[in-house]
């Protein structure tokens, strides 16, 4: 068990498990390390199959953690979950990539619809006198538009009133932001509600 400089005690992956056996709070940690490990497969360039199949696992973990998170705390006598519970809402349901999350993991639930594609480099020859010069996009693959229940969705630009648009065309793939994105968000989730609202279990002499 690591401790900080102001001597608090953080608790490890492995730590928290313990801890956090009996919790009702349990199976939503689970789903968010789930959630973290698909996020990690969508790494480099790799076989875009596999990298669809990771994504798609990123959005049906992340919204199952919300969905179990909600479950752990169904018959919480806390005072503080009907604030917290509501702020939380208010985000999935208003902030442009807590919606595009859950709207793209609906329409691949229920439709066929593709949520991203492949990258495309585009090359490009050019000859300047005796040189040939090739150009090429850079690498990225990006998000598609989501449709569900007749409304479409388009891929986000901001997260939490801070557009993230800066994050884009450099490298990295714009699922990948996207879920870091979120997935720093629902961390954030999971230790407000887990310190807010369920506690860890006390632990036995």
């Known amino acids: 068990m690591n401790t900080t400089a102001e001597g608090r005690k953080q608790l490890s992956i492995d730590d928290l498990r313990k801890r956090l056996a009996g919790s009702p709070m349990v ?25 669809e199949r990771a994504w798609r696992d990123f959005l049906a973990r992340i919204e199952r953690a919300w969905n179990k998170i909600e479950a ?3 018959a919480s006598s806390s005072s503080n979950w009907p604030t917290v519970k509501t702020e939380i809402e208010r985000a999935r349901s208003s902030d442009p990539l807590l ?5 793209a993991r609906n329409s691949d639930e229920h439709s066929i619809q593709n949520v991203a ?14 040189q040939v010069t090739l ?3 850079q690498w990225d693959r990006p998000l598609l538009p989501v449709t569900n229940r007749g409304v479409t969705y388009n891929p986000p630009r901001s997260h939490l009133g801070q557009s993230f648009e800066h994050l884009l065309g450099k490298g990295k793939s ?6 870091d994105l979120a997935m720093a968000y629902y ?3 999971f230790n407000e509600v887990l310190n807010k609202v369920v506690g860890l279990p006390s632990r036995s002499a």
């Open 117 to 130: 594609v492949d990258w495309e480099p585009n090359l490009h020859a050019a000859q300047v006198g005796r």
């Open 187 to 189: 961390v954030e989730v």
């Open 27 to 51: 199976q939503a940690f689970e789903e968010i390390l789930l959630a973290g490990s698909a996020c990690e497969q969508m790494k480099g360039v790799g076989d875009f199959a596999q990298y």
């Open 99 to 103: 919606v595009y999350i859950r709207q």
């Open 135 to 137: 150009t090429w996009s």
């Open 72 to 74: 752990a705390t169904a």
């Open 174 to 179: 714009e699922a990948r932001i996207v879920a």
